[in-house]
């Protein structure tokens, strides 16, 4: 068994995790009270309903843009810059359920997007631009893609976790995920 840091990109295994987060998202979050869905692990991080107007935004201008640029033109011209924070303006006015219903429906149109390009093994390594890495892969790209997903599940558990964080008293130090 090699270790996970060695894992190179494989996109049967990428679309388990891109399929599932809307899924667990709405598990988690879905008819959720505003104290869970407002909570936040730091004054200044992002609460839940922040991070799935996040989530949205980047279904819309980031993934599958940045990947058909890469099949269209390579590193001929960089991405478009990403706005990590239009959220907090975007997003704010709509319920969570609705966010998560977006979301949902977003990420589905992506999913089938990807997979009927039939990408090749090989198509990993054509290349792209990022305004401020440079040169970087389409698998680097798809690589984060599940990676992002992952850090704001756990970003999501961090931040309800954090509104018991005195709460569970001596406790505290066998819960990693109070940090």
Known sequence: MSSPECQGFELREALDILRVTPVVLHSLLGGMSPVWIEARETQDSWNAHEIVGHLIHGERTDWIPRLKQILD?????????????????????????????EFSSLRSSNLTILEGLE??????????????FGAVTLGQLLSAWVVHDLGHLAQISRAMAARYRN?????????????
């Open 167 to 179: 709460a569970v008293g001596p406790w505290r130090g066998y819960l990693p995920v109070l940090g």
């Open 73 to 101: 033109s390579g590193d001929e011209r960089p991405f478009e810059e990403f706005d990590r924070f239009v959220q907090l303006k975007a997003s704010k006015q709509q319920s969570t359920e609705l966010l998560l219903a």
């Open 119 to 132: 990408l090749t093994p090989e198509a990993s390594s054509l290349p792209g631009q990022h305004p401020e």
